[in-house]
Each structure stands twice: as C-alpha cells, then as structure tokens.
C-alpha cells in the first residue's frame, strides 16, 4: 500500500531568507527517499498580495530628515557686503540677488573640533563572481554624527547597478565628501537590500593623502571606506557650512496597509501643526517668543535661529545657495536672516515663515504610484479677498531708484519649501518588561518606492570661499523640481494675459494662477504584475535530476532544479496565486541508493529565471512537498 509523507517548506519558518520567495527550510526531521518513491509539488501558494499593499511585520518607527530652503525671490539687498546679502522681508528694492542659483536652503556655520574627520570617497566590491549578475542597485546609508549638533544622520551614497562581469578585478569608487564627528561611519542598510546588491561586506578603511582619490589595485578585493588626510582629523577652528535638519518621527503598528491609508497618515503627521510639540515656549531661550508653529516642515525665522542657537557653539545661522562656484562680481555667497537682537523689537511683521506651509502625499489611481504633489510655500497672488497660488515673474532689479537693469523674465514657482535629507525606518520591539528599544532598519520607504527623492550633500574641501577673509568649506546641495522638491507646474498657458485679449503676455508683477503642482512621484507602481509572461517557475534545491533545457541564448535558459510552473491565470490583484499541483515535474527516484532530504531550498523565479523585484512578492510564502513511498516496499 501507497503511503505518503508531505513536506511543508513555509517561509515564515526558515531562518535563512535571502529574498521573499527565496529561503531554505532545515526540516524538523530528515524524509529518506527510496528506489521507486515519487516526488512531486503538491500545492505551492505564492504571496502576490504584496503588489497592492505595504506590511510591517513588526511595530516601526519612520523617521524623515527635514531641512528648509527659500526661493532666492524678493530678497533685499539692503546693508549687502561682499560676503553676503540680508535676508528680511517682501522688499521694496532688489527683487533678486545674485546668488546663481534659485534655491537657498537654511545652513549653520560651525567650527571643526580635535575629533572631525572627512571621508572622501568609499570603494564596493561584488560579494560573488557569478557573471551572469549585476550587483549595487542601492542607496547606501551610513550613520554619522553630524558635525555641530552632534546628532546621528544617515548619509546616503547612490550605487548604481553594475555587471559583476565587467567588475570582478578591482572596486567601484564612488565620491562622498562628508564631514563626520569621530570615525563613527556605519552602514544600516537592511540585510535584505545588502544581500541582494550583492556587495562584499565588511566596509574596510583606507585613507589617502589630502583628499585625492583613492587608486584601487588588484589586491582590493573588498569594499572599503575612504578617510582623507591620511586618517587624521581635519584642522581645528575650519569654518563648515551644515544644512540645518529636524527630524519629523512617527510609529506605525505592525498589519497590512494599502497605499491610500498610508498617505492619510503621512500627510496628517506632516501636516500637524503641533507635529514638534505643543506650540508655545519650545525653545530655551531667555526672552524667547511663543511661536506660532512647532514643526520641523514650517518654523518662522526666529524660532529657527534660537534653535541654533542652542547648538554646541553658538553656530552661525545663514541660508547657503544649492552651489555655488566663484563668487559673482559684486554678489554674495549666501543670505544672512536679518535677526533683532532686542527681543522686544521681534514683531510678527519680522517673523518670516520659512519651509512648507502645504505638504501632502498622494496616491494617483491612474498612475497606482504614491507620490509627494506638494511640499512648498506657494507665492499667493490675486484679490486681497481671494488670494489663490500663482507663478510670478521676476524682470529686473532695481537698486533704489537706480535705473532699472533689464533681466530675462524669470518664473517663480514658490516662496519656500522643504526636502528630504534621510527617509528611515527601525523595528520598534519591546523588551521582557515591555520596555520599547529600537531594533534593525526595515525597509519601509523602499516599499513606498521613495529611493531617489532624498538629497545628497558634499563639502567641497578643494573649493572653499573666502566671505570674511578666512575660508570657510562649503556644502553644496542639487535640488530638482519632481525629484527633491515641489513647485506650481509651468505650463504653456501660464504666461498668457486672458485679461488682455489672450495674446499678451502675462505681466511680471501680476503673475499667473495655478493650482497644478510639479509632483515627487514614487517609482513604485502598486497592483501591477510584475511577471508579465504568465508564470513563474519553482525552483526546489535537492539533488532530483531533474532538467530544463532552453533556448540557446546569452542568458541561462537552463535548470536541474525545476519542480514545478505556477500559472498565473487565476491570478488577480491583491490575492495570493495557489497551484495545486498542475504544473508539478514528478519525479521517481531510481537508485538503490537512498537519498536523505534534511534541508531544501525554495526559489521562485520569473520566465528568465531572474528573481522577483524587491516587493513583487510578500512574506506568506509556502510550498507542499509530496513524498509519496512505493508499495513494493
């Protein structure tokens, strides 16, 4: 008589998962296969819920890193220097300084200690010479103590996708630039991301002379991190300019949740005006305001300077321009906030808004992406009754009644905003006394599909300015409109005077209305299929012979390992894809020559044999083996 003994390989029980959909299964007890027994996939459930949701298998804590910036529009020019121009109120002389560039974001200046460090660049190496593969593909994040506030900040250093092939010999160097406080540079990336980049961990240290780049040789075979001036810190009493960052923090429970809750909560956390804190006395500061706002999206000019104020040595408060190269004939470097030192002079009119007074994250049915539509301080324009958000133009400058120097007409899609320095997230656990601790990174944004939207920043060590006669290391930071920040959307039809006929242009004072934004979009597409060729395959790693043979292509088409095709017919957005055995190679073991099974591998793979992309499948994944024993015996 027939017997049968059915093996379950459930992910949720494999302690080794590389990717989900790809684990191995240490059995509780060894399965002997004998002459004439059969083996065959009884059932395989495969989790493709996972392509219209986002799951938290534990309690998390997400944490934004917020920094503020000013559209260099209607800036005075009053009481300019050489150095710098004053940042006060709407103006009634220079619209727009010369500061190259539009964007301005708020920034320290802060003196170099005993213990800082630079780190120039960082060297990675494929983990494997599997040739047929890429390796990279992630943003890497390291945690460092900030120089200034000494608080600990991830910076992020982009690896693209590299073939293995073309970089087996020698490490791939990629710039960082990045001042830190001690030589704490840690890498927090998941052990998922890491093991499926493909980088040779751990990160070693080298350092160079100066900060010339490092020269790999065969000999490096490993991933590395870069200290510049031969290891040592850097000079004491340098001037360094910062971005000056927040962190907006929330927890999430653990469950299931679709991208529209997700945008609810998001935008209510970015939006509350007491995000920070109950407004009021939040700054300890003698005479101190009661500010308005206590949110690290919107902060008004004095609250943000008697934050800084607080900062180990009394750090210099400026609004530095994304980049800067030379100093521009008779401009300026960087904004300096126009701060009363009396605080009884500190009046509501002198209290600017800086940061984004709309923030939203929104989930486009059409596109299925999440996407980020608003993150600026619109320029408002129109009636006194019904002001509504307009692109205004800028035309000229004119310096106190001096005659007016002609510019090209300049569109200005916002008064300020924000962005993104850090997007992380962490296992929030509890101890045995129900005590919560902060656990492993997760990758809760990766999910979102938010991996480009965060800034990067450098210090330029090889060009530093020069405003007040000593030379000061500048940060430079790229803003794109749709990547890092939001603005009104230029259209065509936004320079076109309807008053006058609709031929004209739209004079430069009034502006244009608009209520249509240049959004951040994810590029993460929810309820899409992914495996568009109609099944995947099922891989089960036992010594079976079995054999697949493809078509004679540069790709490996073949495979000893294939137990089953898992159709996705039935297959529909949202569900889980079951097959019941269908699509299951038999196999019959031929050998007098028992076998022991103790430990198997599952992978299910796509028509090509690559893995399933970062999300495509969820976490319940299961398959049934069945070992079915012959009666002959």
């Known amino acids: 008589m027939e017997s049968s003994t059915i093996i379950k390989l459930r992910q949720a029980e494999s302690t080794d998962v590389d990717t989900n959909g790809s684990y191995t299964i240490a059995l509780k007890e060894s399965v002997i296969l004998e002459k004439g027994d059969i083996a065959k996939v009884h059932t395989a459930i495969i989790d493709t819920t996972a392509e219209s949701i986002v799951e938290l298998p534990t309690k998390t804590r997400v944490t934004m890193g917020i920094g503020k910036y000013i559209r260099n529009y209607r800036v005075a020019d009053s009481g300019a220097t050489p150095a710098s121009y ?16 539009p964007v301005s974001f708020v920034a320290t200046i802060n003196a170099s200690e005993s213990d800082d460090y630079i780190i120039t660049e960082i060297g990675v190496f494929p983990r494997n010479q599997d040739i047929l593969r890429d390796f990279g593909g992630i943003d890497l994040l390291f945690n460092h103590i900030e120089i ?3 608080n600990i900040r991830p910076c992020k250093v982009p690896i693209p996708s590299m073939p293995i092939a073309k970089h087996m010999g020698k490490p791939v160097m990629f710039p960082v630039n990045q001042l830190i406080r001690t ?7 998941t052990a998922h991301d890491l093991r499926t980049s493909r980088l040779q961990l751990p990160f070693e240290i080298k350092t160079v002379n100066g900060t010339e780049p490092y020269k790999p040789t065969d000999l490096d075979q490993e991933s590395f991190i870069v200290f510049g001036n031969n290891g040592n810190p850097i000079e004491t009493g340098r001037s360094i300019i ?24 998001i935008s209510d956390k970015m939006a509350d005006l007491q995000s920070g804190g109950i407004v009021g006395d939040q700054v300890n500061v003698p005479g101190k305001l009661s500010y308005p706002v206590n949110s690290p999206c919107l902060r008004t000019l004095y609250d943000i300077n008697d934050r800084i104020a ?45 940061g984004a007074n709309e923030v939203s994250l929104n989930y486009d049915e059409n596109l299925q992406k999440l996407n980020f539509d608003i993150l600026h301080f619109p320029i408002y324009g129109g009636p006194a009754s019904e002001l509504v958000p307009i692109i205004a133009y800028s035309s000229g400058n004119n310096t106190g009644g001096d005659a007016q120097v002609a510019l090209p007409v300049l569109p200005q899609i916002s008064n300020a905003g924000i962005f993104f320095t850090s ?11 129900r005590k919560e601790y902060l656990g492993n990174q997760t990758s809760f944004w990766s999910q979102l599909g938010f991996q480009d939207v965060v800034v990067t920043s450098s210090h330029d060590f090889k060009n530093p300015i020069d405003p007040t006669g000593t030379n000061v290391i500048p940060c430079a930071i790229k803003f794109d409109v749709g990547t890092h920040i939001t603005g009104v959307f230029l259209s065509l039809d936004s320079i076109v005077d309807k008053a006058l006929g609709g031929v004209q242009l739209v004079p430069t004072i009034a502006g244009a209305e608009s209520t249509l934004t240049t959004p951040i979009i994810s590029n ?9 060729e109609g099944y995947y395959l099922l891989e089960i790693g036992m010594n079976l012979p079995q054999k697949m043979i493809g078509g004679a292509t540069s790709q490996n088409t073949t495979s000893n390992r294939l137990q089953s095709i898992i159709g996705k017919y039935f297959s529909q957005n949202g569900n889980f894809l079951q097959d019941d ?32 992309e970062p999300h495509e499948l969820g976490v319940h994944n299961s398959v049934f083996l069945e070992i079915i024993k012959s009666n002959n015996q």
């Open 86 to 101: 004053n940042y006060t109120a709407i103006p009634t002389t220079a619209p727009m300084p010369d500061l190259q560039t």
């Open 524 to 532: 993460r597409e929810f309820n899409n299929v992914i495996n568009n």
């Open 242 to 265: 910062n971005p000056f960052i927040e962190d907006l923090t929330f927890d999430l429970n653990a469950g299931t949740y679709t991208p529209q809750e997700l945008t609810t909560i």
């Open 310 to 354: 607080l900062i180990n040595g009394s750090p210099q408060f400026i609004l530095m321009p994304e980049a800067i190269k030379d100093k521009p004939s008779g401009g300026a470097y960087y904004l300096e906030p126009v701060i009363e030192a009396n605080v009884a002079n500190r009046t509501t009119a002198k209290n600017l808004l800086i």
């Open 148 to 150: 200034g506030s000494e």
């Open 183 to 189: 030589k704490l540079f840690q890498n927090i990336n």
């Open 581 to 612: 055995g269908a699509g299951s190679i038999v196999y019959q073991h031929q050998s007098d020559i028992p076998q022991v099974i103790s430990e198997l591998s599952v992978r299910v793979l796509h028509a090509d044999q690559s893995p399933p």
């Open 423 to 433: 997007l992380t997230s962490q296992e929030l656990l509890e101890d045995s006394d």
